[in-house]
């Protein structure tokens, strides 16, 4: 059974941070392409940031410079660090593995940010 669980999500300030943390089990995130998306309501899930195992990492242009993506492997965690936020990066925040051999796709349940003005 694979499961992702997201963890760090609240109620922020502008210009606050906070740091998402997505735990894996049942499969190795370091084999993977992990990735956040997120979802405003009313609003599809678009991508914040995602990384090859490799290390290619690419960023939204809307979170550029504000948010970090970063890997723990030794806990098979990924995790969002988030600084600067604004009231626009309010939505639910979904972590993501995908698997390119086996076409594998897996997704967390979500964790809410909220960023207040």
């Known amino acids: 059974q694979v499961q992702l669980v997201e963890s760090g999500g609240g109620l922020v300030q502008s210009g606050g941070s906070l740091r998402l943390s997505c735990a894996a089990s049942?499969?190795?995130?370091?084999?993977?392409?992990v990735g956040w998306y997120r979802q405003a309501p009313g609003k599809q899930r678009e991508l914040v940031v995602k990384?090859?195992?490799?290390?290619?990492?690419d960023y939204a242009d809307s979170v550029k410079g504000r948010f970090t993506i970063s890997r723990d492997n030794a806990k098979n965690t990924v995790y969002l660090q988030m600084n600067s936020l604004k009231p626009e990066d309010t939505a639910v925040y979904y972590c993501?593995?995908?698997?390119?051999?086996?076409?594998?796709?897996?997704w967390g349940q979500g964790t809410q940010v909220t960023v207040s003005s």
């Open positions: 049942g499969i190795v995130f370091s084999i993977y392409t």
């Open positions: 990384q090859t195992s490799a290390g290619r990492t």
């Open positions: 993501n593995a995908y698997g390119s051999r086996a076409a594998t796709n897996y």
